[in-house]
């Protein structure tokens, strides 16, 4: 509950004083939705993320009982077998902590108009569902080890979890990219004339790419573990909004009745 609070005050204060620094107003007397919700298209975009997250869990397999004897390095593709570490509980922790603070990027929809939050966050809903559902039906469709099971000090706690044998793809790559692409893409939708455009994309992907890079070197994931991870996040963050971005303009067309038949047009 401590934990809860703590983020919320954060989120709060964090919006209040960027928008400050953005020098945005919150409350336009006139807003032109950038994002819009459908009763099409969310419908199906929740139940693809529903369908995805149970068939994930009812696809898991039980991994062999690990006989203690180190896998062998020759089963690994020539690419992936370049960065291969042993565990390190201290960079494990460390890819964690970075992936919550790059969920929590979006928080950054707050300086959007008010009207538009409920869009926003049903969209950030959305990608996390979708996201998390195609990573987990993913790791247990393909049964791959983790690269500290080629090492000697593997992750007691993993192998117990039977989660040593779900590298692929990464998990917290896939979710930090989320949580990147969608910040950076809603930010500069919303704000396409910012200055704070680039810091903002140059920020998010950073923060990213660390937790990618740390999940390599913690010897939790292979190269195309990450890679795979951060194609996943990056379809969803951008994907999603993208599709509710196509819903506010579709709306704008306006058909009537004319004498000579029909015309159309568009609300900028």
């Known amino acids: 509950m401590k934990k809860i609070v703590l983020l919320v005050c954060a989120v709060c204060i964090c919006s209040s004083l960027s928008a400050q620094i953005l020098d945005v107003d919150l409350h336009p007397d006139f807003y032109e939705p950038v994002f819009k919700l ?16 149970i068939s994930g869990y009812l696809l ?28 390190s509980e201290g960079l494990d922790i460390a890819g964690t902590a970075l992936l919550a603070l790059s969920l929590e990027l979006p928080i950054i929809g707050l300086l959007a108009p ?9 969209m950030y809903a959305e990608s996390v569902l979708f996201a998390q559902g195609l990573k987990e039906t993913m790791k247990s469709m393909v049964v791959r080890y983790r690269p500290y099971m080629y090492k000697s000090n593997p992750s007691e706690n993993d192998i117990d979890a039977d989660d040593h044998i779900r590298s692929f793809p990464s998990g917290h790559t896939t979710l930090a990219f989320t949580g990147a692409v969608f910040a950076s893409y ?8 910012s200055k704070w455009r680039i810091p903002v994309l140059a920020g998010s992907m950073t923060l990213a790419t660390s937790v990618a890079v740390l999940r390599i070197f913690s010897g939790n994931h292979f190269l195309t573990d990450v890679l795979t991870g951060a194609a996943i996040g990056a379809l969803s963050g951008f994907g999603i909004p993208f599709l509710h971005k196509l819903n506010a303009r579709f709306s704008r067309l306006e058909f009537t009745a004319t004498a000579g038949g029909a015309a159309v047009t568009y609300r900028y």
């Open 38 to 53: 459908s009763w099409i298209t969310d419908p199906i975009i929740i139940a693809a993320g529903i369908g995805l997250n």
């Open 60 to 87: 898991q397999k039980d991994a062999p009982a690990w006989d203690g004897v180190i896998r062998d390095t020759s089963e690994i593709n020539g690419f992936d077998r370049l960065l291969v570490f042993p565990y």
């Open 114 to 122: 008010k009207e538009e939050w409920l869009t926003f966050f049903v």
């Open 186 to 193: 809603t930010f500069w939708s919303y704000f396409p004339e």
